[in-house]
Nanobody, 126 residues
Framework: VQLQASGGGLVQAGGSLRLSCVAS????????MGWFRQAPGKGREFVAV????????YYADSVKGRFTISRDNAKNTVFLQMNSLKPEDTAVYYC????????????????????WGQGTLVTVSS
């Protein structure tokens, strides 16, 4: 599966952005979808994951209550709605697809994902 992320940009602190990630192919609904981010000079950090049907989600503590992950299987798209953005949310955001899920909490590990998008840059100014 190929993933194409979009929706990044420059926003002031307290603002909102909605990221989208479109997947190619007909098997999108068979993948659990995650969002990760990587700030300059830092490692890749888990943000959120949503299961195949959208029935379960899991968030990093740093974004819980501010970010919402959702998906539209008919449109092969996963979204990340980001509200109350902070300067520390500045990063390149990546979407990723995982065919298997043993435990939703394990999906915070980047090695659970087989496919990655190219990333979209989010910059939050103070």
């Amino acid at each position: 599966v190929q993933l194409q992320a979009s929706g990044g940009g420059l926003v002031q602190a307290g603002g909102s952005l909605r990221l989208s990630c479109v997947a190619s192919g007909r098997t999108f609904s068979t993948y659990n979808m995650g969002w990760f981010r990587q700030a300059p000079g830092k490692g890749r950090e888990f943000v959120a994951v949503i299961t195949r049907s959208g029935g379960s989600t899991y968030y990093a503590d740093s974004v819980k209550g501010r970010f919402t992950i959702s998906r539209d299987n008919a449109k092969n798209t996963v979204f990340l709605q980001m509200n109350s953005l902070k300067p520390e949310d500045t990063a390149v955001y990546y979407c990723a697809a995982a065919p298997f899920l043993k435990d939703i909490y394990a999906m915070s590990q980047y090695d659970q994902y087989d496919y990655w998008g190219q990333g979209t840059l989010v910059t939050v100014s103070s």
